[in-house]
C-alpha cells in the first residue's frame, strides 16, 4: 500500500480536477525534519487558480481533509504538512513484508521481456584487474533489479578474444613459449609472453610484419592458428571463471567478439543497400556529421573490420535472437563517445530499437584520486584485493566473535561483500577512492556494518525462539524509533522502482545503509524482547528488518551471514 498515493488521492478529492492525483502524487515532498510530518504538499501551485494566498489554501484544505491513515495536519507556511496515523501503517506494512518475504517490493514493469547485459569483459590473456570490476559488479546488480521488476536480464561475458594481439600472441609462443607453462599459470605466462613480445619488437621490429601473418592466417582459419587461439582463450576462461566464482557471478552466455566474426557480413551489405557507406581513403564509413559524431569506420583501408563492426553485428544478433525490450551495456565513461556512434549508425539504419540500447557509464575507481591502475608498474589484480579483503574480514570476526561457526565462510562472505558494496554505495557515475581497510570496516557506511546489523536482527529472532507470524496478530507500533524503520519499510517498492529507472544501484545500496542505521537507533532505545503486548510487534518489525537488509544486499549481489 502507497500512503503517498493516498494522501494525494484525499488531497484531489477536496482540490478537484485542478490537478489530476498523479501531478499531485509527483508534488508531495518529504520534508526535512520529523517534527513537520511524514508528507508534504506545496500549496502556492494553487494560488493563481483559487486566488489565494498559499498558506490560506493550506488551512483551507487542512480543515477538510480526512482519510483513515492520517492521524492529523499543520500548516507551515504554504505547506499542508500531513501525519500520518502511525500504528494503522505500521500494522499495514508489516503485515506487508511478512506476507511477501523476499518479494515485498516486487514490481511486473517488464512483462518478463529479455533485456541483455553486456557486462565485465576482460581480454583474453590478461588478468582480471580491479578496472574490471566496476562492470562486473554493476551489471550483476542490475541483472538483480531488472529481475525484481519483472524483466528476464541475460547476462552477457563480450570477451575480448580477437585482434592482432593475438597474432602477437601466436608469435611469442612459437619462440619462446611451452604448454607446461601455460597450464600451470594461464594468465601470468601469457601475459609474461605479450609483454615479451613487446620488448623484443622495439630491436626486432620485424616481428610485428610476423605477428601480422600470424592473424590473418587466424581469420582465415588456419588449424595451427585457431587451436592456439582457442587454448589460449580457454585457458584464459578458467582463470577468469575462478574470479567469478568468488564473487558469486554466473553468465548467460559467454560469447566474445570472435563470436561475431562471421555475423559481420550482413550488417555491412545492409549499409551499402541503404547508400550509407561512404569511402574517405580507401577506408569505408559512416557520416555522422547530423549527430554532431565523428564519422563511424566500418571498414579500413586493408578491408579489416573494427570493434564498432562487431557490435553492430552484436547489436543485430541479440535484437534477433532476444527481441530485447531493452539491451544495456554496462562499459566505462570513456567509451561514450563509442555507444553514441553505434545507437547512430543503427538509428541511420532505420532502425527504431535502436532506442532501447543504452549504454550504462561509470567512473573510475581510484587512489589518492588517482586512477587505480598501477602499483609499482603492476596491475592492481582482482584477485589480490578480494583475498585481502577476505583475510581483513577474518581478523576482525575471530576479535569481534572467536568462537563463530564457519568464520571462514563467513570472511568470504563479509570481505568480498564489503568490496562489492563499496562498489555499488557509489553513485555509478562518480568516481571515488578505494582503500581497502576502511572498506572492510564493520563501522560506517561499509557492507558489513550492513551484514552486522541483520545478523544482530537474526540474533534477536534466535534469543525470541525464532517466532512465527500470527495472523491474529497485530503489528501497531507508535514510537518514533520505529516510525523511522516503517517509513523506511513502506518506501521499498518505490526504491526498488527508483533502481531500476535510474539503472542505478546505489540507491538499493543507501536504502540499506539507512535502514540499518535506523534499526540500530531502534534497537538502542527499545528493549524488544520484554513481555508485553507490543512486543509480537516488535518482533514483526525485526523480522521485517532482517528481511528487506537481505533482500537489499541479494540485489547488489551480496550475502547475508546469519552470525558473525
Avoid: C
Avoid at 500504528?87 to 515485498?104: E, I, T
Avoid at 558469486?248 to 551499402?272: H, Q, R, T, W
Amino acid at each position: 500500500m502507497n500512503y503517498k498515493l493516498l494522501v494525494a488521492e484525499a488531497l484531489h478529492e477536496q482540490i478537484g480536477e485542478t490537478l489530476t492525483v498523479e501531478k499531485i502524487f509527483d508534488l508531495l515532498e518529504k520534508p526535512k525534519t520529523a517534527e513537520h510530518g511524514d508528507v508534504a504538499f506545496p500549496t502556492f501551485i494553487l494560488a493563481k487558480e483559487f486566488k489565494q494566498a498559499p498558506q490560506n489554501i493550506a488551512a483551507d484544505l487542512g480543515g477538510k481533509i480526512s482519510s483513515t491513515i492520517i492521524e492529523k495536519t499543520e500548516v507551515v507556511g504554504p505547506y499542508l504538512n500531513f501525519f500520518l496515523d502511525k500504528k494503522a501503517v505500521s500494522a499495514a506494512v508489516l503485515a506487508d513484508v511478512l506476507k511477501k518475504g523476499d518479494h515485498y517490493g516486487d514490481l511486473a514493469i517488464g512483462e518478463n521481456r529479455n533485456v541483455p547485459i553486456d557486462m565485465s569483459s576482460p581480454n583474453i590473456a590478461k588478468p582480471i584487474s580491479m578496472g574490471h570490476l566496476r562492470s562486473t559488479v554493476i551489471g550483476n546488480a542490475l541483472a538483480n533489479i531488472y529481475r525484481k521488476v519483472g524483466y528476464q536480464p541475460i547476462k552477457i561475458n563480450h570477451l575480448g578474444d580477437w585482434g592482432t594481439q593475438f597474432g602477437k600472441l601466436i608469435v611469442a609462443y612459437k619462440l619462446w613459449g611451452n604448454s607446461e607453462a601455460i597450464d600451470a599459470e594461464p594468465i601470468t605466462e601469457l601475459l609474461r609472453l605479450y609483454v615479451k613480445f613487446h620488448a623484443v619488437a622495439e630491436d626486432e621490429p620485424e616481428l610485428n610484419e610476423d605477428a601480422r601473418v600470424w592473424f590473418k592466417k587466424l581469420e582465415d582459419g588456419n588449424e595451427e592458428a585457431v587451436s592456439l587461439w582457442e587454448w589460449f582463450r580457454e585457458e584464459s576462461l578458467k582463470e577468469f571463471n575462478h574470479i567469478y566464482d568468488m564473487l558469486d557471478i554466473e553468465f548467460d552466455a559467454i560469447s566474445g567478439e570472435a563470436f561475431y566474426n562471421d555475423k559481420m557480413d550482413e550488417v555491412i551489405e545492409l549499409l551499402e543497400e541503404k547508400n550509407l557507406l561512404k569511402i574517405n581513403q580507401k577506408a569505408s564509413i559512416v557520416d555522422l556529421d547530423k549527430y554532431n559524431l565523428n564519422p563511424a569506420l566500418i571498414k579500413k583501408s586493408d578491408g579489416a573490420t573494427l570493434y564498432i563492426t562487431r557490435d553492430l553485428a552484436a547489436a543485430f544478433y541479440r535484437k534477433r535472437n532476444y527481441d530485447f525490450a531493452q539491451s544495456l551495456y554496462v562499459v566505462g565513461n570513456e567509451q561514450s563517445n563509442h555507444f553514441n556512434q553505434l545507437n547512430a549508425v543503427l538509428k541511420e539504419m532505420g532502425l527504431s530499437w535502436a532506442d532501447d540500447m543504452q549504454h550504462i557509464a561509470f567512473g573510475l575507481i581510484t587512489q589518492g584520486g588517482k586512477k587505480l591502475s598501477t602499483r609499482q608498474g603492476k596491475i592492481v589484480l582482482l584477485e589480490e584485493v578480494l583475498n585481502e579483503a577476505v583475510n581483513l574480514a577474518g581478523k576482525q570476526i575471530s576479535e569481534k566473535n572467536p568462537d563463530l561457526p564457519n568464520k571462514d565462510e563467513v570472511a568470504k562472505q563479509v570481505g568480498i561483500g564489503a568490496v562489492i558494496f563499496h562498489d555499488l554505495k557509489n553513485d555509478r557515475l562518480n568516481n571515488f577512492d578505494f582503500v581497502l581497510e576502511e572498506v572492510v570496516r564493520f563501522e560506517g557506511e561499509t557492507g558489513p556494518y550492513v551484514q552486522y546489523t541483520r545478523a544482530r536482527a537474526m540474533s534477536i529472532l534466535r534469543k525470541a525462539g525464532n517466532p512465527l507470524t500470527n495472523s491474529e496478530d497485530t503489528y501497531e507500533l507508535n514510537d518514533a524509533y520505529s516510525w523511522e524503520i516503517i517509513k523506511l519499510l513502506q518506501e521499498y517498492p518505490s526504491i526498488v522502482q527508483r533502481s531500476y529507472e535510474k539503472r542505478e544501484p546505489s540507491i538499493i545500496a543507501k536504502h540499506s545503509l539507512q535502514l540499518a542505521q535506523a534499526f540500530n537507533r531502534y534497537y538502542a532505545n527499545s528493549k524488544v524482547l520484554i513481555e508485553d503486548a507490543e512486543k509480537p510487534a516488535r518482533l514483526a518489525l525485526v523480522q521485517s528488518v532482517a528481511a528487506i537488509l537481505k533482500e537489499d544486499l541479494r540485489l547488489l549481489g551480496v550475502k547475508s551471514p546469519d552470525q558473525m
